[in-house]
């Protein structure tokens, strides 16, 4: 299964892209891909949050990724 990732603010900084694009097994849920991720960037467990959204919808833990389906990683941000 080939999914794309996009990353914007600190996430983007992490991959060292703001592009990404994985293989993963089918049946992977969110959850499976937060910990792989954290796994290859150890520096994403640092955040304080980071919210997922797949195909513009934000997701919970839970949500099965398919084939195909653009993740967004999208850190905590702050205004001044």
Not at 67 to 77: H, K, M, Q, S
Request: charged share 25%.
């Amino acid at each position: 299964m080939k999914t794309s990732i996009l990353a914007f603010g600190i996430a983007k900084d992490i991959l060292g892209n703001n592009r990404l694009s994985f293989e993963w097994d089918a049946g992977t849920s969110v959850k499976d891909f937060k910990k792989a991720l954290i796994q290859k960037y150890p520096d994403f467990e640092k955040l304080a949050s980071l919210n997922i959204a797949v195909n513009t919808d934000y997701v919970d833990d839970d949500f099965q990724l398919s084939n195909l389906d653009e993740v967004v990683l999208i850190p905590p941000v702050s205004g001044g």
